[in-house]
C-alpha cells in the first residue's frame, strides 16, 4: 500500500466531505504513470506517441501485472529503439492504495483553535505546538492561508483509500460516473450529469479541454467521512443556509458564460450568452416590460460576477485586518523597579550586613531588623516604600547599593 497527495479545490473538498465524490479523473501523463513498469526514461518522453491508436487493456500483462494499462504505439521520434514498438502504460496509483488530499490550508499554534466550537484541526504528531486548519468550511476571521500543494502530510485531514482504478478518454464517462464525481443536484438546473462534468473539466483545464477528449485514468475510492480521519471522529460543521446559497450561486457563475451580450430581434431586446459554438439567445424582454425590471434582467450577468469580486475583495481584506489585529501587541510599559523589595532582600543577606558594620557603624548583633532600620536613617526615609514612590529616595538607594557592589569587589 502506497500514499500519493492529490490536490483538491475547495468544492471538491466540500463534496468529499459531504460523501459526494467517490471518483477523481487526471490527465493520463508521464507523472502519473509508468512505461513498461518503470518510470518513463527522458528517451521516452522525447518520442512522440500516437495517443489517437492507443487502446486499453484491462490485464493482466503477460508477465503478470495487474491492468488496466493503455497499449501505445510509437509515432515518430529517434527511431532507436523505438520504431515501429507498442508500449504498456501502467497508472502508478493502485487499488489498494490511498489518495491524501492535499487542499488549502493554515498551520497555527494548537492551542489557537482548539477550544472553539466548530474548528477541525490536526496536530502535527512530530510537534504538538503546531496544527493544521482548513480552508473550506471556515466560518471566521481567516488565518494566513497556504495553497493546497504546500500541505505536508501531517496536516491531511482526509486519506481515500482507492478500490478501483481504470483508463479512459473523457468523453467516455457516464452520466454515473459524472454523478460521482462530486455533483449536488442543486448545481444541475435542468442539465445532464455528463454536461455538469464537461462544464466543471473547461473551468478547470481551459476551455476547449472537454473537446480534446484526452486519456484520463479514473479513480474510484471510498469517502465516508469516519474512516477517512485516521481514527479521528469527524465534526465538521453543517454549511450554514448562507453558505449553501453562496456556493450554489457561485457554482451557477462557473458553469456559465462570462461573454454576455444584449442585441435586438425584430424590435425586440435580447441577452444573448457567447460560446465556442456561436452566440445563444438567453432570454427576450417583452414588449411592454417595465425599464426597470428589464435592466435588472440585462444586466444580472455582469452585476453578479461583479458583486462576487467584489465580496471576495473585501471578504479578503477584512481576514487580512482581523489577522493583522490578531497579530498586534501593545507596547508593553515598562514597570518601575520594586526597591523596596530589593532593600528588603538586601538586609536580610549576611554580607550586606557586614558592609553596614564596617562602613556604616551598624551594632551588633546583626539582624534584619537592624539592617532595616540602618538603612532608613542612612537614607533619610520613614518606609521602604518610599524607594519606589519618591525618585530621589531610589537615587539615594542606587548609590547605596553601588557602594555596597564596590566594598564586595574588593574583597
Not at 459531504?18 to 504513470?33: A, I, S, V, Y
Not at 484520463?216 to 474512516?227: D, H, L, P, R, W
Not at 562602613?359 to 539582624?367: D, E, I, K, Q, S
Amino acid at each position: 500500500m502506497t500514499d500519493h497527495p492529490f490536490l483538491f479545490s475547495g468544492l471538491m473538498v466540500r463534496a468529499l466531505l459531504d460523501g459526494r465524490k467517490t471518483q477523481t479523473r487526471r490527465l493520463l501523463t508521464p507523472h502519473n504513470t509508468f512505461f513498461d513498469g518503470r518510470p518513463w526514461s527522458k528517451l521516452a518522453k522525447a518520442q512522440e506517441w500516437d495517443w489517437g491508436n492507443a487502446s486499453v487493456d484491462n490485464g493482466p500483462s503477460p508477465a503478470g501485472n495487474p491492468g488496466p494499462y493503455l497499449h501505445l504505439p510509437w509515432l515518430a521520434g529517434d527511431a532507436d529503439p523505438f520504431e515501429q514498438t507498442v508500449h504498456r502504460i501502467y497508472p502508478k496509483v493502485q487499488p489498494g492504495d490511498r489518495i491524501w488530499v492535499k487542499e488549502t490550508h493554515a498551520i497555527v499554534p494548537s492551542t489557537a483553535y482548539r477550544m472553539s466550537t466548530g474548528v477541525e484541526q490536526t496536530v502535527n504528531p512530530a510537534d504538538r505546538d503546531d496544527a493544521a486548519v482548513y480552508r473550506e468550511g471556515w466560518e471566521r476571521s481567516a488565518p494566513s492561508w497556504k495553497p493546497s500543494i504546500f500541505m505536508p502530510r501531517w496536516a491531511s485531514r482526509l486519506t481515500l483509500p482507492v478500490m478501483a482504478v481504470k483508463i479512459e478518454r473523457l468523453q467516455d464517462i457516464s452520466d454515473a460516473d459524472a454523478t460521482a464525481e462530486g455533483l449536488a443536484v442543486v448545481e444541475l438546473d435542468g442539465m445532464d450529469p455528463r454536461g455538469w462534468y464537461r462544464d466543471l473539466w473547461d473551468s478547470i483545464n481551459g476551455v476547449g479541454a472537454w473537446a480534446a477528449n484526452p486519456w484520463v485514468i479514473a479513480y474510484s475510492f471510498e469517502t465516508t467521512a469516519e474512516k477517512h480521519r485516521r481514527g479521528r471522529p469527524m465534526n465538521h460543521p453543517e454549511p450554514s443556509p448562507q453558505q449553501k446559497r453562496m456556493d450554489a450561486i457561485r457554482n451557477r457563475v462557473a458553469l456559465a458564460t462570462s461573454d454576455w451580450g444584449i442585441q435586438s430581434d425584430g424590435g425586440k431586446i435580447c441577452l444573448t450568452a457567447a460560446s465556442k459554438e456561436g452566440d445563444f439567445l438567453v432570454a427576450t424582454i417583452a414588449d411592454g416590460a417595465p425599464i426597470g425590471d428589464s435592466e435588472m434582467v440585462l444586466n444580472a450577468p455582469y452585476d453578479l460576477i461583479w458583486l462576487l469580486r467584489t465580496y471576495d475583495a473585501l471578504a479578503g481584506r477584512y481576514r487580512a485586518l482581523v489577522a493583522e489585529l490578531r497579530s498586534y501587541r501593545p507596547p508593553q510599559r515598562e514597570r518601575p523597579k520594586d526597591y523596596a523589595a530589593e532593600c528588603a532582600m538586601k538586609c536580610a543577606e549576611p554580607a550586606f550586613k557586614k558592609f553596614l558594620e564596617e562602613c556604616h557603624g551598624l551594632a551588633r548583633p546583626l539582624t534584619d531588623d537592624r539592617a532595616a532600620t540602618k538603612v532608613r536613617s542612612i537614607l533619610n526615609i520613614g518606609s521602604r516604600a518610599e524607594l519606589t514612590d519618591d525618585p530621589a529616595a531610589a537615587a539615594r538607594w542606587q548609590d547605596l547599593r553601588g557602594a555596597f557592589d564596590a566594598w564586595r569587589r574588593r574583597g
